[in-house]
């Protein structure tokens, strides 16, 4: 047994002598709490010969192996649209004239530089997507690591792996929550670098990364307001700086995407697309009655999955009081964790990857926990606190480990299409896979086809160009839009001149979202334009109760007769004289 022997309280990085008779630092670096004896002998082992970069080594290796699996689960539609626009800057085209969408700007670069490091393919996507995640683990390890010490920080981030993949929370996709949790901890990280509070340069950091956040997601904008008042709670003669630091970081960031916009000549597009339609689909609240329901069923799912985590969430916001924080981290840590729930609140549709905004202030208090739980047993119990220090780590293990095993169908199975039913149900995924794959055998590289639904992950899997600026038919579905009548007439004329060869019919009131009467319009345009133009070649009938769709294809579509509550059907263009009656 290691005995820390300590005759003062020490300042930070000092060193300790150790009875192996060797001296190493009593916190194991730079900003590990001055005079914590919290997880003291785990602490001084994980100082030795390199432990602690071994251990975060096997969480990453953990990591990997988890992820690999779902490296191949086909997009869902934000996905598609994400990483479609990307590929379309990549292209020269420009957003919010060439293609529509209703993220702001960095979102879309953000994308375009992951499809020019990666390529838009699944496996390349997924694959650099898991790179982001850990490296988003390194930083906030190294964030615990300054507020807690090795041990909980090592815990803190298995928690974050372990929470970010979650099946709940969509943590095997490529959502732009991903890339706003990393930047959200490169902020957490400038914040905490310093006890007494960060600098003019590190509340610069934390200003440019957390204004980066929202540039990517409009919802992060609770992280800035965080970051701008906490760099005011700096230590004294450091408030101005901070204050100016964080304001600087965030201004340059901002004006740097608007001049982007207007020297493009599309920030009248910008404008209405990133900030005033999704500040009217916001305040259109939807039935409540519903969203109690939907939010039920979403909190449910957590819970069964990430139980352990949510306790010991739970038990690092009630320790805080007890832990030897600063006081002014006291406080802003249970902020974050309410303006990471605020991130989750607007538009009350509470999907399940909105949480992963959740998950870095969660690592956090899972820290501070495991940090609490330990503390208060070696100051009574001197001889006992290797035991306990090593049965907490045990019991955290044990509880991953056993929480891994029971969802063993999602990350060790084969089976990707009854994942993505497990998470969405019987959205149209794993249809709009075998459509662009199929069409892909079919297409010139480039060549436009239309997608009449809300799918434009086809356009990824077919290497296709969109016929029509719209990738989001549901945009233009929603009556509170009020350029939706407009869109409507847009698109009809968009498809109609450029006759693509094939289109694709998505039958699927998820990929429509229609409120009332809001597509008939449309819905009456299409079966018009398809019925004098095009023929059926082939057909995927999604049936309840079978994860698989039923792909039906040539001579077979002449005797089949659909049975599925859902469908995605693939048509071909016809010679003009050709009319069919099908």
């Known amino acids: 047994m290691l005995y820390v022997r300590i005759s003062r309280v020490r300042p930070e990085g000092r060193m300790t002598r150790v009875s192996t008779g060797k001296q190493v630092p009593r916190n194991a670096g730079p900003g ?8 003291a ?6 100082s030795l010969n390199g432990n602690e970069c071994k251990i975060l080594g096997l969480v990453l290796l953990l990591v990997g192996v988890l992820r690999v699996n779902l490296i191949n689960v086909p997009y869902e539609r934000d996905e598609g649209a994400y990483i479609y626009s990307g590929k379309m800057v990549n292209e020269g085209q420009l957003p919010y004239r060439d293609f529509y969408e209703d993220k702001p ?14 390529g838009p393919s699944l496996g390349n996507m997924h694959g650099g997507f ?17 507020l807690f010490g090795p041990l909980s920080a090592i815990l803190s981030s298995l928690s974050f792996a372990t929470l970010s993949l979650s099946p709940p929370m969509s943590g095997f996709t490529c959502m732009s929550e991903h890339a706003v949790m990393f930047f959200l901890s490169l902020g957490i990280l400038a914040m905490f670098f310093s006890r007494g509070g960060p600098g003019f340069y590190g509340a610069l950091a934390a200003g440019a990364a957390l204004s980066m956040a929202v540039w990517i997601k409009q919802n992060a904008v609770f992280f800035l307001l965080w970051g701008g ?19 600087t970081g965030a201004v340059v960031v901002s004006a740097a995407f608007l001049w982007k916009m207007w020297s493009l000549g599309v920030f009248g597009q910008f404008w209405f697309s990133a900030v005033e339609l999704p500040g009217v689909f916001v305040k259109n609240t939807p039935d409540l009655s519903q969203v109690k329901q939907h939010l039920s069923i979403v909190l449910l799912s957590i819970w069964e999955h990430s139980r352990v985590s949510v306790v010991l969430t739970a038990l690092g916001l009630i320790a805080l009081p007890f832990s030897d924080l600063s006081r002014r981290d006291k406080v802003s840590l249970p902020a974050l964790f309410c303006v990471s729930l605020l991130s989750v609140v607007p538009g009350l549709t509470f999907y399940g990857h909105y949480w992963l905004l959740t998950v870095p202030a969660a690592a956090l208090l899972i820290g501070n926990a495991i940090y609490c739980l330990i503390k208060y047993f070696p100051v009574r119990h001197a001889g006992r606190a290797l035991y306990l220090e090593v049965a907490v780590i045990l019991l955290v293990l044990g509880f991953k480990t056993a929480q891994i095993i029971s969802n063993q169908f999602y990350y060790f199975g084969n089976d990707t299409t009854g994942i993505l039913r497990a998470v969405y149900g019987y959205n149209p995924f794993p249809s709009a896979k075998l459509v662009g794959d199929y069409l892909r055998e079919r297409l010139l590289p480039g060549e436009k086809i239309a997608v009449f639904g809300s799918e434009p992950e086809v356009l990824l899997y077919a290497n296709a160009r969109s016929a029509t600026r719209h990738l989001f038919v549901s945009h233009m579905s929603d009556p509170n839009n009020p350029a939706a009548e407009e869109w409507q007439k847009e698109f009809i004329s968009e498809v109609e001149k450029a006759e693509p060869r094939y289109v694709i019919v998505v039958n699927s009131a998820a990929s429509w979202q229609c409120h009332k009467n809001s597509c008939d319009r449309i819905f009456s345009w299409v079966n ?19 994860a698989a769709p039923r792909f039906v294809r040539d001579l077979p579509l002449l005797y089949y007769k659909p049975i599925g509550e859902a469908s995605m059907v693939v048509m071909q263009r016809q010679p003009p004289r050709f009319i069919s009656y099908h």
Do not use: C, W
Request: charge should be positive; aromatic fraction near 14%; hydrophobic fraction near 55%.
């Open 528 to 546: 018009s334009y398809t019925g004098r133009h095009y023929r059926t070649v082939a057909f995927l009938d999604i049936v309840r109760g079978e």
């Open 41 to 46: 002998r785990i602490d001084a082992f994980l």
């Open 130 to 146: 898991m790179l982001l995640n850990m490296v988003t683990l390194v930083v906030l390890y190294l964030a615990a690591r300054k």
């Open 229 to 247: 008042l906490f760099s005011l709670l700096s230590g004294r003669g450091r408030r101005l700086r901070a204050g100016a630091g964080f304001l």
């Open 32 to 39: 590990v709490p001055a005079g914590a004896v919290a997880g």
């Open 105 to 118: 700007p960095g979102n879309i670069y953000f994308y375009a530089l992951m499809v020019r490091a990666f």
